[in-house]
């Protein structure tokens, strides 16, 4: 059996957009060009600014979007062009949890009627008393009580829904879970335990987790390997300790300096972006971060950098020049102290507090420690 549960060849996702009477007709270059593996039993980050395109990425792994080009495989099977009851099939193995708790939740169905459904989908051979038995054992393993199944969406905090939405996600057994920004609408506390929650699932349920955050403080805690997104296109990949210790592409090193230096980590220089993010309905020419980019040299605007291997534990980088920068910034990646912004530093200072108190906790059940905190979610509201 391969390593490999999921692997993206080549894919693309480009939108038409405009052509009405008053807008031009353009090209959005959302996904362009994305070649990754996900490993069986791994969590796997995509992160990048706001528009890269990751959630399209997403979209795109989980057959929710049909590809414009390229194609994906999902253990060691070409899924690209499943259709009808293969592609329904193929739900059931692959699952998503939404950004939004508050709207991806149908609000006229209850908690119970929102769990039950996906086992009615997949599991339609189980008896009415089986699927409300399921029902609790699901609401239970995410932290909230079988009495929850009767109430609604609204009745709910944020952190909650999250769970509701975990819950129906881990209905139907799914050997691999995609979460687009799963915490990123919670408060900083509230997120620490839904991230705690989701890695202890993932080891109970034997499952693979693929996260997309734009939250560095979310990946360092939560994956084992990164990939960094700029324009539609994957930059740098690596794992997650690679990432943080050396980053190889400017862009990374970017990204990692606007956050401050982790506790166990060496102090850095700072390197600032300079200008706008290009759209992606023009992105430019050669590498697509040299009108941005430091380093960027003559060429950088004509030659197109492939990923290819950037240190010895598979990290790979798209940038022509990452051996001299790499000499030239042995540093490179958060700042030092006083470089440091302060709100991004408390930022990560109350993330790393709360996953320690999480992780002081005495319980290890799962079921024990989630319960305890959704009560503490339900006494804050
Ligand atoms: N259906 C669509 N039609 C046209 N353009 C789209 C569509 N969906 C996404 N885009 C565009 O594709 C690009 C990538 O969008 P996407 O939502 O994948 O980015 P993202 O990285 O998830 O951003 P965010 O962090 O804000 O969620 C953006 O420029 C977006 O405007
Ligand atoms: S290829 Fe050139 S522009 Fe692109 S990241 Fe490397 S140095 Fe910068
Ligand atoms: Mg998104």
Same mark, same amino acid.
């Given at each position: 059996?391969?390593? @490999? +549960?999921?692997?993206?060849?080549?894919?693309?996702?480009?939108?038409?957009?405009?052509?009405?009477?008053?807008?031009?007709? %353009?090209?959005?270059?959302?996904?362009?060009?994305?070649?990754?593996?996900?490993?069986?039993?791994?969590?796997?980050? +995509? @992160?990048?600014?706001?528009?890269?395109?990751?959630?399209? =990425?997403?979209?795109?792994?989980?057959?929710?979007?049909?590809?414009?080009?390229?194609?994906?495989?999902?253990?060691?099977?070409?899924?690209?062009?499943?259709?009808?009851?293969?592609?329904?099939?193929?739900?059931?193995?692959?699952?998503?949890?939404?950004?939004?708790?508050?709207?991806?939740? !149908?609000?006229?169905? %209850?908690?119970?009627?929102?769990? &039950?459904?996906?086992?009615?989908?997949?599991?339609?051979?189980?008896?009415?008393?089986?699927?409300?038995?399921?029902?609790?054992?699901? =609401?239970?393993?995410?932290?909230?009580?079988?009495?929850?199944?009767?109430?609604?969406?609204?009745?709910?905090?944020?952190?909650?829904? *999250?769970?509701?939405?975990?819950?129906?996600?881990?209905?139907?057994?799914?050997?691999?879970?995609?979460?687009?920004?799963?915490?990123? &609408?919670?408060?900083?506390?509230?997120?620490?335990?839904?991230?705690?929650?989701?890695?202890?699932?993932?080891?109970?349920?034997?499952?693979?987790?693929?996260?997309?955050?734009? /939250?560095?403080?979310?990946?360092?805690?939560?994956? /084992?390997?990164?990939?960094?997104?700029?324009?539609?296109?994957?930059?740098?990949?690596?794992?997650?300790?690679? +990432?943080?210790?050396?980053?190889?592409?400017?862009?990374?090193? &970017?990204?990692?300096?606007?956050?401050?230096?982790?506790?166990?980590?060496?102090?850095?220089?700072?390197?600032? =972006? %300079?200008?706008?993010?290009?759209?992606?309905?023009?992105?430019?020419?050669?590498?697509?971060?040299?009108?941005?980019?430091?380093?960027?040299?003559?060429?950088?605007?004509?030659?197109?950098?492939?990923?290819?291997?950037?240190?010895?534990?598979?990290?790979?980088?798209?940038?022509?020049?990452?051996?001299?920068?790499?000499?030239?910034?042995?540093?490179?990646?958060?700042?030092?102290?006083?470089?440091?912004?302060?709100?991004? &530093?408390?930022?990560?200072?109350?993330?790393?507090?709360?996953?320690?108190?999480?992780?002081?906790?005495?319980?290890?059940?799962? !079921?024990?420690?989630?319960?305890?905190?959704? *009560?503490?979610?339900?006494?804050?509201?």
């Amino acid at each position: 059996m391969s390593d @490999v +549960i999921l692997r993206a060849t080549g894919l693309r996702k480009h939108f038409r957009t405009g052509g009405g009477m008053f807008a031009r007709q %353009s090209t959005v270059r959302a996904v362009d060009g994305v070649t990754l593996d996900v490993r069986r039993g791994e969590t796997f980050a +995509i @992160v990048g600014e706001s528009g890269c395109g990751k959630s399209t =990425l997403a979209r795109l792994l989980m057959r929710l979007l049909e590809p414009t080009d390229g194609r994906i495989d999902f253990d060691g099977r070409d899924i690209s062009d499943l259709k009808g009851r293969d592609l329904r099939d193929l739900r059931r193995e692959m699952q998503f949890i939404f950004q939004d708790p508050f709207s991806s939740l !149908n609000p006229r169905m %209850s908690v119970g009627r929102l769990v &039950a459904e996906p086992l009615e989908t997949h599991h339609p051979q189980m008896g009415r008393e089986e699927r409300r038995e399921e029902v609790a054992r699901l =609401l239970g393993i995410v932290g909230l009580r079988p009495e929850h199944a009767d109430r609604y969406p609204h009745e709910f905090s944020g952190g909650q829904r *999250q769970r509701i939405g975990i819950a129906r996600a881990l209905a139907s057994r799914p050997r691999l879970v995609i979460g687009d920004e799963p915490v990123s &609408a919670l408060d900083v506390s509230v997120q620490a335990q839904v991230v705690n929650l989701l890695h202890d699932l993932k080891a109970e349920f034997d499952m693979t987790l693929v996260i997309i955050a734009h /939250d560095l403080a979310v990946i360092r805690h939560m994956s /084992d390997r990164v990939a960094v997104m700029y324009l539609g296109q994957i930059v740098e990949t690596g794992t997650t300790d690679d +990432i943080f210790a050396h980053p190889r592409h400017p862009y990374t090193m &970017a990204l990692l300096s606007a956050i401050p230096e982790p506790v166990h980590g060496r102090a850095r220089t700072r390197l600032a =972006l %300079s200008g706008e993010t290009p759209s992606p309905a023009n992105p430019p020419s050669g590498c697509r971060f040299h009108t941005r980019c430091p380093f960027a040299r003559e060429d950088c605007a004509q030659r197109v950098p492939e990923l290819r291997p950037a240190g010895p534990g598979g990290q790979h980088a798209a940038c022509h020049y990452w051996e001299e920068i790499a000499a030239e910034r042995p540093d490179a990646g958060t700042p030092p102290a006083h470089e440091r912004k302060p709100q991004a &530093a408390a930022r990560f200072a109350l993330y790393e507090a709360a996953i320690d108190r999480l992780n002081d906790r005495p319980e290890t059940a799962v !079921n024990a420690g989630a319960n305890d905190m959704t *009560q503490q979610e339900e006494d804050r509201r």
